[in-house]
């Protein structure tokens, strides 16, 4: 079985998601013999934002730069990865209301027509729907539902909405709150979030 770990903020070893993510992962290690692990830090290399020239490329145009020529390459790796995973962790800190910019990077990666999602005429079919995401988040005040800034967040539910759209109708969410609102608070969170990874059931 082979699990994917996408690692996003830009935090290192000060980042909660980053915590998490690895909590996670090694929760799902010690529950699934023989677990393949591939890593990926897209904050510490991440994918160029898509322009105008990975749209010509993806239409047949023979890129010139270089730069874009590997970035593409490293495109279609990260799909490659996602594609083969059966299981993929995702360490997702929130940035202002929503998730990282390398994040969307990546997931603009992932989400190709033919690939992961199609168009047929009965709409949209989702083409991944095996698989099993584990997202882990980390939000600097307090957001979830009945909240008084519940409306600004963006995080989770855009990630239910991309990988619904792909076919992934239930993913795992797992959440820290309020960890800048006070040292206690984000001891206090960061611990029930290690206790959710750590209740993790089996692959």
Known sequence: MKLLHIDASILGDNSVSRQL???????????????????RDISAAPLQHLTGAHLAAAQGVTPEATALRDDIAASAAALDEFLAADIIVIG??????????QLKAWIDR????????????????????????????????????????????HLETYLRWVFGFIGIANPEIII???VQISSEQRQKALAGALRAADALTAA
């Open 110 to 153: 992932i989400l190709v027509a033919g690939k992961t999602f199609k168009y047929s005429e009965k709409g949209v079919e989702g083409l991944t729907g095996g698989k099993r995401v584990i997202v882990t988040v980390s939000r600097g005040g307090f957001y979830g539902a009945g909240t008084p800034a519940a409306a600004g967040e």
């Open 21 to 39: 993510s690895a909590a996670a992962v090694d929760r799902l290690r010690k529950t699934t013999p023989d677990l393949d692990v591939t890593y």
């Open 92 to 101: 997702a800190p929130m940035y202002n209301f929503t998730i990282p910019s």
């Open 176 to 178: 820290a709150e309020g």
